[in-house]
Structures are given as C-alpha cells and as structure tokens.
T-cell receptor, first 117, second 112 residues
Framework: ETGVTQTPRHLVMGMTNKKSLKCEQH?????MYWYKQSAKKPLELMFV???????ENNSVPSRFSPECPNSSHLFLHLHTLQPEDSALYLC????????????????FGPGTRLTVL | AQTVTQSQPEMSVQEAETVTLSCTYD???????LFWYKQPPSRQMILVIR??????QNATENRFSVNFQKAAKSFSLKISDSQLGDAAMYFC?????????FGTGTSLTVIP
C-alpha cells in the first residue's frame, strides 16, 4: 500500500530536540489526519485538516504543531517532547466529508515509531 | 461522549474456521458510519468493511461480514474460512462529523 507514505519510519529524539514528521498522500483526497497510537489505548485523533484548513484540534499539547501546506502533504512538528509522547504516529487521508456529513473511509500510512529519551 | 468498546483483547481461531469479533459503541446519534480496520504486524492499517448506520442491511466483503444491531449499538465482525493472513489487530471505529473514534483493538491469532 503506497497511497499514504510517512517519513521517517523510526525516530529517536531527546526532549530538547526539534524534529518533524512528514506525511504524503497520493490518493487525491482533501482531508488529512494525525493520530497517536499507544499500547493498550485507542487511537487518539490529534488533528484534522480539510482543504488545508485545520478543522479539529483535540486538546493536543502545543509541543505538537501541525502544518498542511497543500492537500497532499501534512507535517507534524515536534519540540520539547516528553517521554510519554513516545508512540506510533499515524497519518491518514480521506475524501472530504460525505454527503451525510461524516468522515468516510480513512486510508492510513505505515506510521512513524517515535521514541523520546 | 462517543466511545467504542472491544471487550476481547485477544482471540484465536483455527485456520478455515469462523470467528466473530465483538464491538459495541455509545452514541445518541441516529446517522453515523461504522468501520472495521485491520492492522497486521507491518503496522499499516487497512479497511476491512464499512457500514452506514441508516442502512439496515449488513455489509459483507468476501469472507468478512458484520452483524449490525443498531438498537443494541453492536457491530460485530465475522470472519469465515479464516486464513493465516487474517492474523492482525482488528479495530472497530465510529465516525460522526469530523470525529473518528476507535476501540482498543482485538488481537487475532490464526492457528494452522
């Protein structure tokens, strides 16, 4: 599956570092998402972008900063992270909201495994 | 708040047999979407099956089918003729508006 790609696949960073995660979708979708996946917990929706505008920010700490320069690219900028931020970060894309007004099928990337030391 | 509950953290099935994964959800809405996603050990999440709540007919996709009980807020996944490649984490998900809610997942093992 290469519709949604994420780089890097693995990242180790110190708490004082600044790094960025990149996501690219080749499906012609207009909505993109960042999720955090931790062991034994449900996937947590972090950010939603629709037509390059942020439409949801689910109480995510400011040390996570998203950027969506166009409908194909999504970034997650990281700075002064904490060890509890270690997780798998998944990017997804979908067509715009369906005519019923709900998010339809999302297509996921392989994720970035982030470790914060 | 909408929540999705998967009460079976782990399940196992013999190859070629049938297994059912359970999912319940909590919502006061009448129109929404439900999904089952599969996440193999390679970690890429892929869609298994999708159900629109206003449709009474249960969705099916080849060996995968759902039992959608709207009044009971239940959305179970049945996998028939299980194959080794079905081994994965399975996530139930609910969609309303911009929000997408996932359960904690069920780890399925397929025994040869």
């Amino acid at each position: 599956e290469t519709g949604v790609t994420q780089t890097p696949r693995h990242l180790v960073m110190g708490m004082t570092n600044k790094k960025s995660l990149k996501c690219e979708q080749h499906l012609g979708h207009n909505a993109m998402y960042w999720y955090k996946q931790s062991a034994k917990k449900p996937l947590e929706l972090m950010f939603v972008y629709s037509l390059e505008e942020r439409v949801e920010n689910n109480s995510v700490p400011s040390r996570f900063s998203p950027e969506c320069p166009n409908s194909s690219h999504l970034f997650l900028h990281l700075h002064t992270l904490q060890p509890e931020d270690s997780a798998l970060y998944l990017c997804a894309s979908s067509p715009l909201l369906s005519t019923s007004g709900h998010t339809d099928t999302q297509y996921f990337g392989p994720g970035t495994r982030l470790t914060v030391l | 708040a909408q929540t999705v509950t998967q009460s079976q953290p782990e399940m196992s099935v013999q190859e070629a047999e049938t297994v059912t994964l359970s999912c319940t959800y909590d919502t006061s809405e009448s129109d929404y979407y439900l999904f089952w996603y599969k996440q193999p050990p390679s970690r890429q999440m892929i869609l298994v099956i999708r159900q629109e709540a206003y449709k009474q007919q249960n969705a099916t996709e080849n060996r995968f089918s759902v039992n959608f009980q709207k009044a009971a807020k239940s959305f179970s996944l049945k996998i028939s003729d299980s194959q080794l490649g079905d081994a994965a984490m399975y996530f139930c998900a609910y969609s309303f508006g911009n929000q997408f809610y996932f359960g904690t997942g069920t780890s399925l093992t397929v025994i040869p």
